[in-house]
DNA sequence: CTAACGTTGCGACTGAGTCTCAGTTGCGTA
DNA sequence: TACGCAACTGAGACTCAGTCGCAACGTTAG
């Protein structure tokens, strides 16, 4: 799969530039990152690691996130959750999360126009905005159809704590 | 203070409508967060509690906080930190969040115009939004003239990871 | 006085993430 | 081919926020 070589191409360059080296554990999580997952967690890629029975430590799969992070091969996010998600970065470019409290789908989107008047936003508050980060909670449209509630209104007044816990 | 005793009794109502009560050490809690706090850790809290040699323990700090949130009293936010951030919610509504990197200050907007588009792209998604949090990352004025840098620019790829980190 | 019940503090626990350290690997140089 | 060094790895101890179980403690009602 050249996509995969693609990316992994360039995390060795990443890593060259800085005198470290792409070995055969950083390239096996590359590879599983960028070819099945999209929204993952570290303890998930630890355990799909270990079903392929590559055994690979937990301290190095927090390293090579945080490799990753840095080369801007991956991002971190907050999905409403209290840990991290990870997420790989596409050639596209950045977007936000609309995360259904019900099934915990994540639905990603992209809107110029909601950008912009951000940016007008921190202009106005002379702030010099270097990342944001946007998550709607909510119900999508096949749990609505379902029938299912959001949150309880309780929750609700809360930042979604518990979104995606309602998953479990 | 009247304002206090106003939201202490908000939260008498709370509790007594599901048969709990009002006790001394709920009461130390609200009355604190009410009266100095406006973004708080949980720890902090717990500190502060300690400091006026009120003993209070942490399973009570937390308890207490879940009440308060389900109560509507203290919103429950992430802080583009690993862990949560609570804020008391005042008479007025919801707002987001413009976060500097450099010297951790929080400071908070509404604007109904970003409110109205999101409102927009959810209807275009048929999603049905419940909540949303959004933060800004970035550097404010008073840190910008003293030519403070952004988090370095493979951080900022990141959600802002270690916004406030930095601060320590 | 006693039963019932919510509340508290204590301390053990959990789970994500980090750190340390000894041993391994990979690579440039001789 | 051997050497040496720096980067890398796994194992497990550790940290830290947050949770849980439990015995003891009010408080109120009978």
């Given at each position: 799969m050249p996509a995969i070589d693609r990316e992994i191409h360039r995390f060795e360059e990443f890593l060259s530039r800085q005198g470290q080296k792409l070995t055969r554990e950083r390239t096996a999580l590359v590879r599983e990152i960028f070819s099945t997952h999209y929204h993952f967690e570290a303890d998930e890629l630890l355990f799909k690691m270990k079903e392929k029975s590559l055994k690979i430590s937990r301290a190095t799969v927090y390293r090579t996130l945080e490799l990753l992070v840095k080369s801007g091969l991956v991002r971190r996010v907050h999905l409403g959750e209290d840990h991290y998600h990870y997420e790989h970065v596409r050639g596209d470019s950045h977007h936000d999360h609309l995360i259904c409290t019900a099934c915990g789908a994540v639905i990603e989107f992209n809107d110029p126009e909601l950008e912009r008047r951000q940016l007008e936003i921190c202009a106005r508050k002379k702030f010099t905005p270097t990342f944001h980060n946007l998550q709607i909670l909510g119900v999508c449209d096949s749990c609505h159809r379902k029938g299912e509630q959001p949150a309880s209104p309780d929750r609700v007044?809360?930042?979604?704590?518990g979104a995606m816990r309602l998953r479990k």
């Amino acid at each position: 799969m050249p996509a995969i070589d693609r990316e992994i191409h360039r995390f060795e360059e990443f890593l060259s530039r800085q005198g470290q080296k792409l070995t055969r554990e950083r390239t096996a999580l590359v590879r599983e990152i960028f070819s099945t997952h999209y929204h993952f967690e570290a303890d998930e890629l630890l355990f799909k690691m270990k079903e392929k029975s590559l055994k690979i430590s937990r301290a190095t799969v927090y390293r090579t996130l945080e490799l990753l992070v840095k080369s801007g091969l991956v991002r971190r996010v907050h999905l409403g959750e209290d840990h991290y998600h990870y997420e790989h970065v596409r050639g596209d470019s950045h977007h936000d999360h609309l995360i259904c409290t019900a099934c915990g789908a994540v639905i990603e989107f992209n809107d110029p126009e909601l950008e912009r008047r951000q940016l007008e936003i921190c202009a106005r508050k002379k702030f010099t905005p270097t990342f944001h980060n946007l998550q709607i909670l909510g119900v999508c449209d096949s749990c609505h159809r379902k029938g299912e509630q959001p949150a309880s209104p309780d929750r609700v007044m809360s930042i979604g704590e518990g979104a995606m816990r309602l998953r479990k």
